[in-house]
């Protein structure tokens, strides 16, 4: 008679440590495959973003502004908005098309000219755009040749903004002096250092 093998304390330990680095894999694969789910849907999204502007810019002459007049309240007077919403009908979105038509200059009394709770990210990136203001610290600019550069500051500190800006205008090949703009680092209320770009420092 063979005498039936039991289970050691080492072997329970092995088989768990096998189980939980295969649970480990598995977890690892179902999020690699989730984020490449967004990237794609995102990418998808930014496309339809840039055609809603061209669509804008089509129709208007015009690419939307910094800010734009959203609908003119019961007083006269225009409410402004971010060129956000004056893509809103452009983009193929049903849910960004009722937005525009119900906070804007067509839309009920009850809701002409109120501030819808809107944020771009949430139509570019649903789920995993991060709270705040999307525009907060933009720069844009064009240059003449057509040219042009847009500068977003990550963690939404204005900082940075001025430096990097100068930094990529003089990668274009503007002349800006070497002095120009430094931003102050304050401490108390007082000027304790700068920041510099170190986009194309030596």
């Not at 977890?27 to 973003?49: E, K």
């Not at 907060?136 to 550069?149: C, K, M, Q, T, Y």
Request: proline share 7%; net charge neutral.
């Amino acid at each position: 008679m063979v005498a039936a093998r039991r289970f050691t304390l080492l072997n329970v330990v092995v088989v768990l440590l096998v189980v939980c680095f295969g649970l480990v894999l598995f977890m690892y694969y179902v999020a690699r495959q989730r984020w490449a789910a967004q990237q794609q849907a995102t990418t998808t999204r930014m496309v339809l973003l840039y055609q809603a502007i061209d669509q804008f810019e089509t129709a208007q002459g015009v690419y939307p502004g910094y800010r734009v007049t959203q609908a003119i309240d019961g007083t006269g007077n225009p409410v402004p908005a971010s060129w956000a919403f004056a893509i809103l009908p452009y983009l193929d979105n049903p849910e960004a098309q009722a937005i525009h038509q119900q906070y804007g200059s067509q839309g009920p009394e009850a809701t002409r000219g109120q501030k819808p709770d809107l944020r771009l990210a949430d139509f570019i990136a649903p789920g995993v755009s991060r709270p705040g203001p999307i525009l907060s610290f933009v720069v844009n600019a064009a240059l003449p040749d057509g040219r042009a550069i847009a500068v977003k500051v990550a963690d939404g500190g204005g900082r940075a903004r001025t430096p990097v800006t100068i930094a990529a205008l003089r990668s274009l090949g503007v002349d800006i002096a070497a002095d120009a703009l430094p931003e102050p680092v304050l401490g108390h209320g007082r000027p304790v250092g700068e920041v510099h770009a170190l986009v194309g420092a030596s």
